[in-house]
């Protein structure tokens, strides 16, 4: 197939880009009730869905702008006021001014920001000194997400944040909306992309399932919910605690409490009578160790509760949507089309109760270890909890077409020699352990390194044995991990680079390494690169995935 | 099927383009013939434009050169510092010695070896470039996967006529492939040629 049979249709018009600038009223003497104003330059290709007038932020956003940037520089605030307790004057203006400067931002992006849709694109402008023209292609959208947290409830108004495929930040965050104007937008955008994927080449993507369109078109299709004991179970087999935990301790860490838990603690020592033997010393120890793994477990059930209450899955059309939150509610749209990765992460407790968890990698948006609210749910949290049996369904609604059975796929173990590696590997890793340990008590520190030889050993065989391989026409598949098994599929149309490397180490046991990049941005935590292939096949795999790769794009145009 | 078009050479000015350039490295052949479909599964590489090496070396002998004016900077005042005592000055000055000559041998022998081992090659299939003496990288990238490309040529790489390009994809891990040591009109045919199809909508 030619290169460029498609390039015609490829290439979107901007046309009205420079114009639309000059539209843009600054005073707010036109406030704008939304939809009032029809923005009537329709240009480009029909659509079928209404315009999105001129519109702007809800009355309450000055409200909220200033509640986040007072959480952003709570860190910087603290210091101040830290600060300013300790030596008074200079600091207190310093924190007064940063205030200020914070306030008068707010009041200016309120007062300033609009959007609309205007053709095929969707315009923001803010700024009053330095005035900034955004144009976001509509088709490029990947997903608008949705914040709501209790005091947004009050007012019926949510945070929207629009994202693309760049970069790590959201292209727009429109804080706040009112609830009916996001529903506008949200259907200016959506049914938009809807009549472009099903006119242009995207319809293609979604493979043996196209039919599908015409039938379910505009109806939600519910995929999964998360029942309130399963996600319990989830949350008590977890160690989010940890989270909370860390949080904490960095409380207690504080300059400020740090005195006062010493003290308490002196204090807590002195009441303790003399006569306590070393058996009820561990007794104790063990009963405080107890509370805590049980308190951890209880703080990460809470957390998954709070994050994911009330969990639900839909799909309307090719844009699955998520539903979540117990006060916060999260409400996040991936088009499937858009997914570049997918990550089966099962835990060793997770295992036993027949519980899996699914991240998915769009592009752009969720930067790698964002505990954001939204970037996290939709990527890093695509599904919290869902049973095993259920992952094969999950995955066909995620990938249409993908009849996914991970028993029957060719699972190619790593090079025979990686057991002996890695083995070699933990041996040089206990003996420095053990030389770390004997110096610091000589000289019986070296039993340490010996006594977690064995351990080592089994550990790097078993993850030898446990990190697989696989292709097939259409995807190729990496599991590793021993405790935790992740296991992430990308498909041929997403790969964007791949990569043969190899060692002086790896020349002399005949190795290699095959790392595929995608434009996922790294939620899953689980990245493709095969460590410890056999040399030849990994330089057959490359040139057998460079091709297919390549083809794959041929295929969808 | 059509082929993609080379764009005609681009004469620089600024570029001295001798002689001594063997055909094969402007080589629209190179990126123009094989480029119908990849049929053929096997990678015609093509190696770098030997004046790297001259170059390699040249951009080499300055550093040495500066890091040589820090370590004479640096033993004078040590040897300020201990005046009376030679012993401090001499071991400096031999550990300063070895160090320069290591250096001095390491950038006569390697350029020539990393020429050796680098190439690159661009069909249907993509760009695909391989280096590294001992870390040996083979990076592969799709033609399609290609987002826009860059050419970059400092002022010591004008008067070698050489140029880097930039590859760069939407991939995050390695979202840019940098290549160093083409020839210039090379890489301004390169940079072309791999945006010129586009034959999809969006790549992510």
């Known amino acids: ?557 | 099927m059509e082929e993609p078009v080379v764009t005609p050479l681009m004469r620089d000015e600024a570029t001295s383009v001798s002689d001594t350039i063997q055909p094969d490295f402007l080589l629209v052949a190179g990126i123009a013939a094989s480029s119908g479909r990849a049929e053929q599964s096997e990678t015609q590489w093509q190696s770098f434009d030997p004046r790297n090496i001259d170059y390699e070396r040249t951009a080499g002998w300055i550093a040495i050169a500066v890091v040589g004016l820090i370590m004479v900077f640096g033993l004078t005042i040590t040897g300020i510092a201990t005046w009376p005592n030679w012993m401090v000055l001499g071991i400096a000055g031999s550990v300063c010695l070895l160090v320069l000559g290591f250096l001095v041998f390491i950038n006569i022998y390697i350029p020539p070896l990393s020429h050796s081992r680098a190439a690159w090659s661009c069909d249907a299939r993509g760009f695909q470039i391989r280096k590294g003496i001992w870390w040996r990288k083979v990076t592969s990238v799709p033609r399609s996967r290609v987002q826009h490309t860059d050419v970059h040529q400092g002022p010591m790489q004008r008067s070698y006529g050489l140029a880097k390009l930039t590859i760069h994809t939407a991939g995050t891990q390695n979202s840019t492939v940098e290549v160093e040591g083409l020839n210039h009109q090379v890489a301004m045919q390169l940079r072309d040629v791999l945006i010129e199809d586009r034959s999809f909508q969006d790549a992510v």
């Open chain 1, 1 to 557: 197939m030619p290169f460029n049979e498609n390039a015609s249709e490829s290439d979107p018009e901007h046309a009205g880009i420079q114009l639309a600038g000059n539209q843009v009223q600054l005073a707010g003497n036109q406030v704008a009730a939304s939809g009032e104003l029809p923005d009537s330059s329709m240009e480009g290709p029909p659509v079928l869905a209404p315009p999105l007038g001129l519109q702007r932020l809800h009355p309450t956003s000055f409200l909220f702008e200033v509640a986040s940037q007072v959480r952003r520089n709570l860190i910087p605030a603290a210091f101040a006021v830290f600060f300013a307790a300790k030596d008074g004057g200079i600091w207190f203006v310093v924190a007064a001014f940063a205030t200020l400067v914070a306030l008068v931002f707010s009041l200016i992006r309120y007062f300033t920001l609009r959007f609309r849709i205007q053709g095929e694109d969707l315009v923001v402008d803010e700024g009053l000194v330095f005035r900034r023209h955004r144009t976001v292609p509509v088709h490029r959208i990947q997903n608008i997400d949705i914040v709501q947290n209790p005091l947004h409830r009050v007012f019926r108004v949510a945070e929207v944040r629009v994202e693309t495929a760049s970069g790590n930040e959201p292209e727009a965050t429109l804080r706040v909306l009112a609830m009916s104007q996001i529903d506008e937008l949200r259907q200016a955008v959506f049914n938009r992309t809807i009549t472009n994927s099903s006119l242009g080449s995207d319809n293609l993507v979604l493979g043996e399932n196209s039919g599908e369109v015409q039938e379910d078109s505009l109806a939600d299709r519910l995929i999964i919910v998360i029942p309130t004991s399963r996600l319990i179970l989830a949350g008590l087999l977890s160690d989010r605690g940890l989270v909370v935990v860390s949080v904490i301790a960095g409380l207690l860490f504080q300059p400020d409490f740090r005195g006062k838990v010493s003290f308490d603690a002196e204090e807590w020592i002195k009441r303790i009578p003399d006569g306590v033997s070393w058996l009820a010393w561990t007794a104790i120890g063990i009963g405080v160790f107890i509370v805590f793994a049980l308190l951890l477990r209880v703080f990460s059930a809470a957390w998954y509760l709070l994050r994911f209450h009330g969990f639900r899955m839909e799909r309307r059309v090719d844009d699955i949507r998520i539903r979540c939150g117990l006060f916060t509610k999260v409400a996040a749209t991936i088009p499937r089309r858009r997914v570049q990765l997918i990550s089966v992460h099962r835990t060793w407790l997770g295992r036993y109760f027949g519980l899996a968890s699914i991240r998915v990698e769009t592009a752009g948006g969720a930067g790698g270890d964002s505990e954001d609210a939204t970037t996290s749910v939709g990527r890093k949290w695509f599904l919290p909890a869902l049973p095993e049996s259920e992952v094969p369904r999950i995955l066909a609604e995620i990938r249409p077409g993908l009849k996914w059975n991970e028993g029957e796929l060719d699972w190619h173990p790593l090079s025979p020699k990686a057991g002996r590696r890695m083995v070699r590997f933990s041996f040089i890793f206990c003996l420095v352990i053990g030389a770390v340990g004997a110096f610091v008590w000589r000289p019986w520190g070296f039993i340490f390194g010996l006594a977690l030889l064995p351990v080592a050993i089994w550990y790097a065989q078993k993850k030898a044995k446990a990190t697989r391989y696989a292709r097939t026409q259409e995807l190729i598949a990496y599991r590793s991990g021993l405790l935790t098994r992740k296991l992430s599929i990308t498909f041929f149309d997403k790969i964007q680079t791949l990569h043969l490397t190899q060692s002086p180490f790896d020349r002399r046991w005949k190795m290699a390494t095959l790392a595929i990049d995608t434009a996922g941005s790294g939620p899953a935590d689980h990245v493709i690169s095969v460590e410890m292939l056999d040399a030849d096949f990994a330089k057959a795999e490359h040139e057998a995935v460079a091709e297919r790769a390549a083809q794959a794009i041929w295929q969808l145009s």
